[in-house]
């Protein structure tokens, strides 16, 4: 029955091509090809050409050993015939070409020879012959002249296969170990020394001051995450720790370094094959010491996400930045093998690239190879990227059910996100929110026109409640985004998704100054061009024009005093990168006033929505002198940097008043200029 038998395949093809990786294949495979050779050196028969040293099995075991490793994600590895695979090894990039040309080469002579073999009188042998007769043949069957010459091209093959084996399947934590420090680390980690000859074990290996993670070694063995593994995790624990220390050595801070890895290890202990990752690759093992040392927030992000830890695996694609058209083609290949309509694995593709991405991001961030503003550019492209693709999502799933939004003049209505805050000021940072807008250009009253139509005012609201959940809901691979939707009008008592006439009624008739202020930071990001376009002319129509300034400031002043009574940290001593007076909201505020204070006369200071380039913008305009700009711009840049740095190190974004003190009193001085006295202005 073989729509029966295809079928049971399919059942067992999760099981086959597992989710997650598991380089404990590398060592199933080994210890299987162990046993296959101590099989055939008991019965003495050597000259085996499939399973002997470099045959046939050696080939096919290093593609099955990656189709099962990472066919899981890549579909292209989920096929039968050996070749293929190869092809997908070398243009992935997880063999290198020559790899990949000699195995093919090898393959083809050994299968030849096999079929040559069998052909003698329609045997099933793969050994080789011994007699005279049958080694003339089947050197004769395979293009040579003698037996010898035969052997040798054969050897040649054999040879290549079996190193291109052993690179593929060595053991990493017996090549170049040192025997005595693992047995040190090893009785460290048994607890069959003292402490005090435990940190003389370690401070003799170039470790000193690593009492806290030994004690915490000590927590380690005798948690309920430990006792709870199987042998098999306990062994592979008891591989790695000596290779984690020798790898933390080399950090600035190894104690440190060591802790937070262990933090790690104490995470994922559960999931034993990230653990034969680490132990299977060495280069992983260094990344994520190099990473932790460097970040807690990284730390924390691999913790949460362990199979992050694949990206650690060759440092050229962990600490490239690809740039936006890149991305999109990576979230187009990876989606192309999911259906459009199963929203859990599509769900879960956004999650597993936003962290991948990120974590990209990060380590590039963390080795000291981007500035500032690259780092948020970065941020903000994935986070568009990401949204476009839930607005894809959940349209396609609305079609299907209520059919299209269509407007009586024949036009389908269209949708679009409008950006606010970080997202909007092309700011994001790391764990940033989005705050976002939903705006459509439909009619109330008119329908879709499905098999279940529904007005578009029910349509469009219930694609926003979509788009959210896709970003926000909590799965086991985390969520993709916080989303804030109270800049919408009349905030969290308004409507989910707003017209464009109606968001320009509110903006026009109800709206406040801080909303206005608001708007300096917006722009479009995705969804409907069109709809993107209208959003554009009237975001610049409600900040162009005329304002009272002793209104404008007033507002200001007064939504700057309750930010200040409310939010941040005002202890003695202490400077709030944020909230406190001269810092980061004065500046946004300062900007603000100045752009809806002057765009009237000079509307090309509304043409961008970040920061710096209105800082620019307005010195262009003659509002604001190019000192006083240059010095806001560098004050600006430099809060956010340390902020920054303060975020990936999981530290609040506080410092002492001594740091940045001629800024923050420069930028204090131009708030009481701009602000507090208007008779300057």
Request: glycine letters at 8%; one cysteine or more.
């Amino acid at each position: 029955d073989l729509a029966a038998g295809e079928q049971l395949l399919k059942v067992l093809q999760p099981f086959i091509y597992r989710r997650y990786l598991d380089y404990g294949t590398f060592d199933s495979l080994r210890e299987m090809k162990a046993l296959i050779a101590q099989q055939h050196q008991r019965s003495g028969n050597k000259d085996n050409i499939k399973v002997g040293a470099g045959g046939i099995r050696e080939i096919e075991f290093i593609a099955q050993a990656f189709q099962l490793i990472r066919g899981g994600h890549d579909h292209a590895l989920q096929q039968r015939s050996l070749m293929p695979v190869l092809e997908v090894l070398e243009r992935d990039g997880l063999l290198p070409e020559y790899a990949v040309t000699g195995l093919r080469e090898s393959y083809i002579f050994l299968r030849r020879a096999e079929n040559r073999l069998q052909a003698w009188r329609d045997q099933q042998t793969h050994e080789l012959p011994h007699d005279d007769e049958r080694q003339l043949a089947l050197a004769l069957a395979m293009g040579f002249t003698t037996w010898g010459e035969f052997c040798q091209a054969l050897k040649s093959h054999r040879t290549r296969v079996q190193q291109q084996f052993e690179q593929v399947f060595a053991a990493p934590q017996t090549e170049g170990s040192d025997e005595a420090q693992t047995e040190r680390i090893g009785a460290i980690w048994e607890e069959t020394v003292s402490d005090a000859d435990a940190l003389a074990l370690l401070k003799a290996q170039g470790l000193p001051e690593v009492g806290n993670a030994t004690e915490f070694l000590r927590q380690l063995r005798s948690s309920a995450v430990y006792r709870g593994l199987a042998q098999q995790g306990r062994r592979r624990f008891g591989q790695l720790l000596p290779l984690l220390f020798g790898a933390a050595r080399n950090c600035d801070e190894p104690e440190m370094a060591l802790i937070r890895v262990l933090n790690v290890l104490e995470a994922i202990a559960g999931r034993t094959t990230y653990l034969a990752l680490l132990v299977e690759s060495p280069m992983a093992l260094s990344q994520l010491v190099a990473l932790c040392s460097a970040s807690p927030w990284i730390t924390h992000q691999i913790s949460r996400h362990p199979i992050l830890l694949d990206e650690l695996l060759d440092p050229r694609v962990l600490y490239r930045l690809m740039p936006r058209t890149e991305l999109e083609q990576e979230l187009a290949e990876a989606a192309q093998s999911l259906a459009l309509d199963d929203l859990e694995a599509q769900m879960d593709l956004l999650r597993h690239l936003k962290q991948t991405w990120v974590l990209r991001v990060a380590a590039a961030d963390v080795n000291g190879s981007m500035r500032l503003m690259v780092v948020s550019d970065h941020l903000t492209d994935i986070a568009e990227i990401l949204v476009q693709h839930a607005i894809k999502i959940a349209w396609q799933q609305m079609l299907e059910r209520h059919g299209h939004p269509m407007r009586a003049d024949g036009e389908e209505a269209g949708f679009a996100v409008i950006a606010y805050g970080k997202l909007g000021g092309i700011e994001l940072g790391y764990g940033s929110d989005l705050d976002l807008v939903f705006v459509h250009d439909g009619n109330e009253v008119d329908m879709t026109d499905g098999s279940k139509p529904i007005d578009h005012g029910s349509f469009f609201t219930r694609l926003g409640q979509k788009i959210i959940h896709i970003l926000t809901a909590q799965m086991a691979s985390g969520v993709a985004y916080e989303v804030d939707m109270r800049l919408r009008p009349s905030g969290n008592s308004g409507l989910l998704v707003t017209s464009l006439d109606g968001y320009r009624r509110y903006q026009q008739e109800q709206a406040w100054t801080w909303e206005h202020q608001a708007l300096v930071r917006a722009r479009y990001i995705c969804g409907s061009a069109q709809v993107g376009e209208g959003f554009t002319r009237l975001r610049q129509e409600i900040l162009c024009q005329p304002r009272d300034a002793e209104k404008l400031r007033g507002d200001i002043k007064d939504m700057r005093q309750k930010m200040f009574a409310n939010l941040g940290d005002h202890a003695p001593g202490r400077f709030d990168l944020k909230y406190a007076r001269g810092g980061i909201t004065d500046i946004e505020f300062l900007v603000q006033y100045l752009v809806l204070r002057h765009a009237s006369s000079f509307p090309a200071v509304v043409r961008y929505s970040d920061n710096i380039r209105q800082l620019d913008a307005l010195a262009l305009a003659g509002a604001m002198p190019q000192a006083d700009v240059k010095l806001l711009a560098d004050a600006y840049r430099a809060y956010r940097k340390r902020l920054h740095a303060l975020t990936l190190q999981e530290v609040s974004g506080v410092v002492s008043d001594e740091e940045f003190g001629d800024y923050r009193a420069a930028v204090s001085r131009l708030w009481q200029d701009l602000i507090e006295q208007p008779s300057r202005d």
